[in-house]
């Protein structure tokens, strides 16, 4: 063990508190400039510590992206003035979100600081945050994030180190930082031996040997590169080139890490180009998402995902062994998934927006599985979402089954019927008419309900309007106005909330859903066509955005 900066001296730096560190949907996410502030970074930093009691060990690592070893530096500075006993950070500061959530759980730390932004673009220009997992490895609860945004508000000092320590990330070793132990470990290790645990990697390995079982992986330059090429072509066998854009990059190499079809676009184009690849996935820049794709690009949506997921859920070697306690799945996202539970006897909780809401329903040993409509899906192996886990859920799901991603949706909507799903995204609007737009909807939707009982053609009459609570079944604790709703008699819905994630403007999100049991083939974007209209007209939203188009279609 080396030591290092044993004589630097604790000093306390006066500082002016910053009012907008408010915590979004999962952590404070602000572009690179906002954090390189005088003092910015180093206050929210004091604002989590303190946050805590008296934390004895903290995980840090992110997804590597731009200034986020300088913030590990900081870290480290702020950690060891503070008294935190033992540091463990990820070599070269990279470790994907679910690896955080493991090592949180495994070694028992108090916290994890999470250098990441997830899907926001990285770079000099672009986004950077900040997040903090609890001792569950989760990402922290309401009740904490209000905790550091207040003491952040009123913050007139933090305490560093007189002298920065040199220190290197780039090799496996310990050594102290003033009190502070620091141990710098291999990001993959571990969280490959929780995989060995969950799956039968005998079973997924049978998929390659056959031979005609080709896939391609996209983490787009985010932090599942080394873990996709170690676990995916080192352990399991899928040949060399199955790992497209796999080195961790500070800007993720120009690309928006964001598995969707439209900034995952170079992933479906080689499937559509190549018919021997039998299934795509591609992952964000922190890991934990996933977008699933069967040959020639076949898409699937992210709540039908969930939904064979779900309904295969045995394949997995973990849940073969220990069963099912039930399912969980965000409000937006469509309820594929309820249809499953149902059938299997098991029960379907609806929470609002963000993995933070799931995190109670695995401690009290609710459910088993979980997902949300934003391309993620996960189970209670860990405490947040995680794209690998998806990646060899499916493929263990087609192991056992034999049957291709094409074959396992249209079977599952035979049986179970199709919910058709659709997400408009319109992002960077100007902040102003968002809200205008979202009072506007909240005095029709929840004050006047005038909507209620009006018909919309044949197929739309409204059955009720109103904004989303959350009751947590666990500690009884009540979250509001978790998106705005209209819902049909027929069961169709159109949502309309405001993203918790972006760094600048606002971002609409409109999700619309509808079922059917006969008509299963459609494109959703046709079968949804009349229903998006609807929402156009009910929420006014080309007027006060001044959109007509979304950026992003899901
Ligand atoms: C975070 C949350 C997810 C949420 C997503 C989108 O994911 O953990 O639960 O669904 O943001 O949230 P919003 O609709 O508010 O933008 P990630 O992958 O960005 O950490």
């Known amino acids: 063990m080396s030591i290092a900066n044993m004589s630097s001296k604790v000093i306390e730096v006066a500082t002016q508190a910053y009012q907008d560190q408010k915590p979004g949907t999962s952590g404070l996410r602000k572009k690179v400039k906002t954090f390189q502030q005088l003092n910015y970074t180093e206050n929210f930093i004091q604002a989590i510590l303190e946050s805590i009691s008296k934390p004895k060990l903290i995980i840090v690592g992110g997804d590597g992206r731009f200034y986020s070893e300088e913030a590990i530096r900081k870290i480290i500075s702020i950690c060891a003035a503070n008294g935190v006993e033992r540091l463990v950070v990820a070599k070269d500061g990279i470790l994907s979100t679910p690896a955080v959530s493991d090592l949180v759980r495994t070694l028992k730390a108090d916290a994890a600081i999470v250098l990441t932004a997830s899907h926001n673009p990285g770079g000099e220009d672009h ?128 690309k928006h890490p964001d598995p969707n079809l439209t900034y995952a676009a170079e992933l479906v184009d080689k ?62 996202t469509a309820p594929a998934v309820d ?82 799903f659709c997400r408009y995204d319109f992002e960077d609007c100007d902040g102003g008419s968002c809200q205008s737009m979202m009072m506007y909807l909240e005095k029709t939707l929840c004050e006047s309900r005038v909507l209620v009982g009006k018909k919309f053609g044949n197929k739309y009459e409204v059955k009720e309007t109103g904004n989303f609570q959350y009751t947590d079944p666990v500690d009884r604790s009540v979250t509001t106005k978790q998106g705005l709703f209209v819902n049909f008699t027929n069961g169709a819905r159109i949502i309309f909330r405001l993203s918790g994630t972006g760094s600048s403007g606002a971002t609409v999100r409109l999700y619309v859903s509808d079922y059917s049991k006969e008509n299963l083939q459609e494109e959703s974007r046709v079968y949804l066509k009349e229903l998006l209209d609807i929402a156009y007209t009910i929420s006014k939203l080309p007027e006060y955005t001044g959109r007509n188009e979304p950026t992003v279609i899901t």
């Open 127 to 254: 986004d950077f945050g900040i997040k903090v997992n609890t001792a569950n490895g989760g990402p922290a609860p309401e009740s904490v994030t209000d905790k550091i945004y207040k003491i952040s508000c009123q913050l007139k000092s933090y305490k560093t180190l007189l002298k920065r320590p040199q220190v290197d990330l780039s090799k496996i070793y310990k050594f102290f930082v003033y009190d502070l132990e620091v141990e710098i470990v291999d990001p993959v290790e571990g969280y490959l031996n929780l995989m060995r645990d969950v799956f039968d990697f005998d079973m997924i390995k049978n998929l390659f040997k056959k031979g005609d079982f080709k896939m391609l992986a996209d983490p787009m330059n985010g932090v599942l590169g080394p873990y996709a090429r170690r676990i995916l072509i080192d352990e399991l066998g899928a040949q060399e080139g199955s790992v497209i854009n796999s080195v961790p990059l500070p800007d993720f190499g120009g």
């Open 271 to 332: 499937l559509k180009a190549n018919d021997e690849i039998n299934f795509g996935v591609a992952f964000d820049g922190d890991g934990d998402r996933n977008m699933i794709l069967g040959q020639r690009g076949f898409f699937v949506s992210p709540g039908d995902s969930l939904a064979v997921v779900a309904a295969n859920l045995t394949c997995v070697k973990r849940f073969k062994e220990n069963g099912i306690k039930g399912y969980a799945r965000s409000f937006p």
């Open 339 to 420: 249809r499953v539970a149902e059938k299997l006897g098991h029960k379907c909780y609806v929470t609002p927006t963000g993995w933070k809401y799931f995190g109670n329903l695995m401690d009290a040993n609710l459910i088993s599985l979980c997902g949300e409509e934003s391309f993620g899906t996960g189970s209670d192996h860990i405490r947040e979402k995680d794209g690998l886990f998806a990646c060899f859920a499916w493929m263990s799901i087609m192991a056992q089954t034999e049957k291709t991603v094409k074959e396992l949706l249209f079977d599952h909507w035979k049986e179970y019927g199709r919910d058709y």
